[in-house]
């Protein structure tokens, strides 16, 4: 018995040590034997407004995996908010599952009351692996809901457009000119995201190259696009301009860097550099211009932004095409400063929320 409460103290303390490290104020554990719903919600930072941030469901291989991803993601979430100069903060949520299997109505509700128990602290929206109808079921049960049918809708089609343009200015830095006609992409990921992304870079003219971990998609993929299916491990040895990370993060890491031959990264996935300090430097020393990921995968909050001011589809239009210049500022800065990328944009957001706070503070 003693030991069973030291091993549980000991991942609390961890858990706490961890919270604090990357500046988190809460997070949830969320159970509900009934409708098998096993979720933690992540609250990074609140200064700048509620926190704001998807629900990813996803099968992963432990629940310390799945701690790891939600607390990086939601601080990502803090970051992009605070970029965009939007009035939000970061949080984000995860649902331990297949989503191919796992999903019910009586789940994503029974999630929905543990939103609403937060009483606006945290807003959600759908993510990987989570659509605008199961939306509709947490939506039951919370108004502290974004992207539900009938108002703004899915995200992915504005976060897509952002890294759309994140990736021409990306190109504009490389290559003088932001055309990326006959430029040669690697997509991984063909998702909400992912193939909204194909759409533009295959009416720009841009030679594409696709994978994805689902055959199903592939083959309708390869249908609808003029594309090149590649296998899920060849993606990162192909002789190409751009890659563009548009599924689960980490991907650029000891094991890939190396094998990357592309100019440019520029995608839509959170979190793409397993380890910042390291690998951001890494891309340095390869040449390789990194836009950074929550700067130019920004579009989807600015969507849900709107929708909770009142929506407006030019100004989302708008925000969203200023990825373009705000991408171009990044790089200079970075090259000004000698930093990575990465850093450039978090010192950008940091000094915002440290600027704001003091304004808070002084009511």
């Not at 994140?166 to 006609?181: E, Q």
């Not at 998702?191 to 994978?211: K, P, R, S, W």
Request: proline share 3%; aromatic share 8%.
């Amino acid at each position: 018995m003693e030991n069973i409460v030291e091993e549980k103290a000991q991942k609390h303390g961890f858990l706490l040590s961890k919270m604090e490290e990357m500046g988190h104020e809460q997070v949830v554990f969320c159970n509900d034997k009934s409708t098998g719903l096993k979720a933690i919600i992540a609250i990074h930072n609140t200064v700048l407004g509620p926190s704001l941030g998807g629900t990813r469901m996803w099968n992963y291989n432990s629940e310390e995996e799945a701690l790891t991803d939600v607390l990086r993601l939601s601080r990502g979430m803090t970051y992009k908010s605070s970029i965009s100069g939007l009035n939000l903060g970061g949080g984000k949520a995860v649902i331990i599952g297949d989503s191919r299997k796992d999903k019910s109505e009586a789940l994503f509700r029974r999630f929905g009351k543990f939103v609403n128990s937060l009483n606006g602290k945290y807003i959600t929206a759908e993510d990987v692996g989570v659509s605008p109808k199961e939306m509709t079921w947490v939506g039951l049960e919370t108004k502290h809901v974004t992207g539900l049918p009938g108002t703004s809708g899915d995200p992915s089609p504005l976060t897509a457009y952002g890294v759309y343009m994140g990736m021409k200015a990306a190109a504009k830095k490389a290559y003088g000119s932001d055309s990326l006609g006959k430029r040669k992409v690697a997509v991984q990921g063909a998702g909400h995201v992912g193939e909204y992304l194909i759409q533009h870079l295959v009416n720009e003219g841009a030679n594409v190259y696709v994978t994805d971990i689902y055959e199903p998609t592939l083959e309708r993929i390869s249908k609808e696009y003029p594309v090149d299916i590649v296998g899920i491990d060849e993606i990162y040895d192909l002789d190409v301009d751009i890659y563009s990370p548009c599924a689960l993060g980490a991907t650029i890491n000891d094991d890939t860097i190396d094998r990357l031959k592309c100019k440019i990264i520029a995608g839509a996935a959170n979190n793409q550099l397993k380890i910042e300090s390291k690998h951001g430097q890494d891309l340095i020393d390869r040449d390789i211009i990194y836009a950074p990921d929550y700067l130019i995968n920004a579009g989807g909050v600015i969507n849900c932004y709107s929708e909770l001011i009142g929506y407006d589809k030019n100004h989302v239009m708008g925000l969203t095409e200023n990825i373009y210049d705000t991408t171009l500022n990044i790089f200079d800065k970075a090259e000004k400063d000698s930093v990575p990328t990465y850093l450039a944009a978090n010192k950008l957001a940091e000094e915002r929320i440290e600027q704001i706070g003091k304004i808070k503070l002084s009511y």
